[in-house]
């Protein structure tokens, strides 16, 4: 059981190229997110999806997109990377249809620099 | 989404008891408090999670006083390996989509 994967693990651009972080979930969960985490801070929402066939929009959206292939994949795409868009990037799945304890499960994350 | 605000650093000792308090005084009927252990190039990991009174399982203890404007994490025995940032978060799990809010959290750094 591997839980979140997420790739690839790292991952160098140059400003203006585009990428796909790729995200899948092997525990049959309803929802997924994709946060980001620069140094010494605390993970901000990108974008999320309640249910496959849903996307919304998170904290910080402003130059990324999603898309939620099926109920296991949520992949981020990066469409014209910035400097600033240099970050640790996190997917993580949830069940929000479980009633009580519903943890968020994470995966290792993509650590991203964009020179 | 209520804020939380949690110290920004805590050192212990091998052995010793660790309690972190986290302050969430817009804290909203359907919301839950749960805490997060993240360790430097890993994504975090749920802890334990709880609504009102004390809550225990094998690795923590949770314990939120009847207004619910706060909590307390307390990890037993603390070992070198509990050296972490621990979050604490405050959300309606049940809402569509689980919106979590990460503050900056509490960096705990346990000492031989």
């Known amino acids: 059981n591997a839980g979140v994967t997420q790739t690839p693990k790292f991952q160098v651009l140059k400003t203006g190229q585009s990428m796909t972080l790729q995200c899948a979930q092997d525990?049959?969960?309803?929802?997924m997110y994709w946060y980001r985490q620069d140094p010494g801070m605390g993970l901000r929402l990108i974008y999320y999806?309640?249910?496959?066939?849903?996307?919304d929009k998170g904290e910080v959206p402003n130059g990324y997109n999603v898309s939620r292939l099926n109920k296991r994949e949520f992949s981020l795409r990066l469409e014209s990377a910035a400097p600033s868009q240099t970050s640790v990037y996190f997917c993580?799945?949830?069940?929000?249809?479980?009633?009580?304890?519903?943890?968020?499960?994470f995966g290792d994350g993509t650590r991203l620099s964009i020179l | 989404l209520a804020k939380t605000t949690q110290p920004i650093s805590m050192d212990s000792y091998e052995g010793q008891e660790v309690n972190i308090t986290c302050s969430h005084n817009n804290i909203a009927t359907n919301d839950y408090i749960t805490w997060y252990q993240q360790f430097p190039s890993q994504g975090p990991r749920f802890i334990i999670q709880?609504?009102?009174t004390k809550v225990t399982n094998e690795v923590a203890s949770l314990f939120i006083p009847a207004d619910r404007k706060s909590s307390t994490l307390s990890l037993p025995r603390v070992s070198l390996s509990d050296t972490a940032v621990y979050y604490c978060?405050?959300?309606?799990?049940?809402?569509?989509?689980?919106?979590?809010?990460f503050g900056g959290g509490t960096r705990v750094l346990v000492k031989p």
């Open positions: 993580a799945s949830s069940d929000p249809q479980e009633v009580g304890n519903q943890p968020q499960h």
């Open positions: 709880g609504y009102k």
């Open positions: 525990m049959n969960h309803n929802s």
């Open positions: 978060l405050v959300g309606d799990i049940e809402a569509a989509g689980n919106k979590l809010t």
């Open positions: 999806s309640a249910s496959e066939g849903t996307t």
